[in-house]
């Protein structure tokens, strides 16, 4: 799955839009390196998340095509940092 829907998906970012333009920015990061939208996400990959002052570790613990908003949380693993909102 592109890293830009799985971040809308999940929830962690509400929005696609957002979600690619913080990808485009290089504000993203995959395993220790700079993501762009349309790279693949796997489960295990750990993401690092940085908005302004904010920044978030992920781990990836399931990729879906759709998800119910309840069961968004189930996808992902804050690793560390503040989550992102």
Do not use: Q
Request: zero cysteines; aromatic letters at 4%; charged letters at 40%.
């Amino acid at each position: 799955m592109r890293l830009d829907k799985y971040l809308k998906v999940s929830r962690i970012i509400k929005r696609r839009t957002v979600a690619k333009e913080a990808s485009e920015g290089g504000r993203v990061t995959l395993n220790g390196k700079v993501a762009k939208p349309s790279t693949e996400v796997k489960e295990g990959d750990v993401m690092e998340i940085r908005f302004g002052e904010k920044m978030a570790r992920y781990r990836i613990l399931a990729v879906a095509e759709t998800v119910r908003k309840a069961d968004a949380g189930a996808m992902y693993e804050l690793l560390g940092g503040e989550e992102i909102e």
